[in-house]
């Protein structure tokens, strides 16, 4: 069974850093996909970014150059850099795996193509 345990939430203020892991067992396939959602209070759940197996990484705009994405294979371990923290960035952050081909093809990172999900990690940035 599929489990991604997120970790390194927490509260900050704008303008400070975070960096979430997310620590995945018992996947028996080779991900297509890795990708970090947020939700926030009354809000559908979105996604921020997402990194295929190639290691090419996608961004929603605005995070660009501010959150980084990244993986370790060895560890088998998800990491979210999260710089230059705004408020409009508090939310409950979700990793999820894929082994679907249509979260590197379709525009966009989509919560639907994902099946394996984690509990999230709470992130409040104060202003």
């Known amino acids: 069974q599929v489990q991604l345990v997120e970790s390194g939430g927490g509260s900050v203020q704008a303008g400070g850093s975070l960096r979430l892991s997310c620590a995945a067992s018992g996947l028996t396939y080779s991900p297509a996909c890795m990708g970090w959602f947020r939700q926030a209070p009354g809000k559908e759940r979105e996604g921020v970014t997402s990194?295929?197996?190639?290691?090419?990484?996608r961004y929603i705009d605005s995070v660009k150059g501010r959150f980084t994405i990244s993986q370790d294979n060895a560890k088998n371990t998800l990491y979210l850099q999260m710089n230059s923290l705004k408020p409009e960035d508090t939310a409950r952050y979700y990793c999820a795996a894929t082994r679907d081909i249509r979260c590197s093809i379709e525009s966009g990172i989509r919560p639907r193509v994902f099946g394996s999900w984690g509990q999230g990690t709470q992130v409040t940035v104060s202003s």
């Open positions: 990194i295929d197996r190639h290691e090419t990484p």
